[in-house]
């Protein structure tokens, strides 16, 4: 199960998620390499990060969207390259 990503309030003392978490931050939290987020932001399933000084960030919001997304398996299954038959046409392979 993943741990959620929290710090505490300084006023109230309370355990709340950060506004903004950094990208490296949470794939280490997801245990998943640069890629993969990068690939999860080019198809739309993560929104892009948002850059501060040269480093690259989520909002809580985003961070929720994405986890709630895959909860409801929005992403199992994932994107797949066409088949050779799709990728060639007609699939009958000759030239039309």
């Known amino acids: 199960m993943l741990k959620p990503i929290t710090e505490i309030d300084s006023g109230t003392g309370l355990t709340q998620p950060p ?22 932001i080019q198809r739309g399933w993560l929104d892009q990060p948002v850059n501060i ?9 985003m961070v929720q969207r994405f986890l709630d997304r895959a909860a409801r398996g929005e992403f199992a299954g994932g994107a797949k390259p066409p088949s050779r038959a799709a990728a060639a046409g007609d699939g009958q392979g000759g030239p039309t």
């Open 53 to 61: 000084g040269g480093r690259q960030y989520l909002t809580a919001d």
């Open 19 to 40: 506004a903004m978490v950094s990208v490296r931050r949470f794939r280490y939290q997801l245990g998943v390499v640069p890629s993969t987020v990068w690939r999860w």
